[in-house]
């Protein structure tokens, strides 16, 4: 595996974006991982990894570039320490045609990048990025065709641009996985996915047991049954889709 860290050009500036794919048999399709809330960190980065033995060229964009952030480090479990303040208001310094942006600057990069396939695009998002991956199937209906949002927040809004509305942009296959368990997508919100989506072809999974958060092996939420089996459904999404 060949992983680099790049400072790619946007609108804003230059996000600090970590690579990685395979060492032979390229061009690879991309897939632009969004990382969740707190950052970019080596969990993510083997995440991505872990994607990118499939035979991706995985970007994985830091999104707090604009606030001069990269790594935000540890974080207490306490919500209301500094620390977790902190994170909250990154999180509400960026929005969907902020990150819609640059996304437009990442494939504009990987267009130029003999090891990526920039005509063959895959998206995820966890967490806060939920909306962020779907958003790209429809901003950029003629690159990506697969989107994934695991335990993705504000699914169902009133804005134009909520994920739920999605189905009729694009004819990208959508995945949203979501937990049992999770106050930032009450099981309201998820049947109301559930209902937009009912006989396009796309999927909305409730995970049994699971909490928010239950893909990330550093949480303590962390399910590994649940975990394998959405990278179980994530590789089989990018392997129809991705060719």
């Not at 790619?8 to 969004?34: A, K, L, M, Q, W």
């Not at 994985?60 to 604009?66: E, Q």
């Not at 790209?136 to 134009?160: C, M, N, Q, W």
Request: charge should be neutral.
């Amino acid at each position: 595996m060949i992983d680099q860290q790049i400072a790619i050009p946007t609108r804003d500036g230059h996000t600090s974006t970590f690579i990685t794919h395979p060492e032979r048999g390229g061009p690879f399709p991309v897939i632009i991982f969004y990382m969740d809330a707190p950052a970019i960190r080596e969990e993510l980065r083997d995440m991505a990894r872990r994607l990118g033995t499939s035979g991706y060229y995985v970007m994985l964009p830091n999104l707090y570039y604009r606030s001069g952030v990269n790594e935000l480090g540890p974080l207490p479990a306490d919500p209301n320490s500094p620390e977790r303040k902190r994170m909250f208001q990154l999180m509400a310094s960026i929005n969907i045609p902020m990150i819609m942006e640059d996304t437009k600057a990442l494939l504009a990069y990987a267009e130029g990048q003999a090891a990526a396939n920039a005509r063959i695009v895959g998206a995820l998002g966890y967490c806060m990025s939920g909306r962020y991956a779907i958003n790209a199937a429809t901003h950029f209906p003629d690159r990506v065709k697969a989107a994934a949002s695991i335990y993705g927040t504000h699914l169902a809004t009133e804005e134009a641009d909520s994920p739920h509305l999605a189905a009729d942009k694009t004819k990208a296959e959508l995945y949203f996985a979501c937990a049992a368990t999770d106050i930032y997508a009450p099981p309201e919100v998820i049947e109301k996915v559930k209902q937009s989506m009912k006989g396009t072809g796309n999927e909305v999974e409730t995970y049994p047991g699971t909490h928010h958060g239950f893909a990330f092996p550093k949480r303590p939420v962390y399910d590994r049954d649940a975990a394998e089996r959405h990278w179980e459904r994530l590789l089989a999404l990018y392997r129809r889709n991705l060719v």
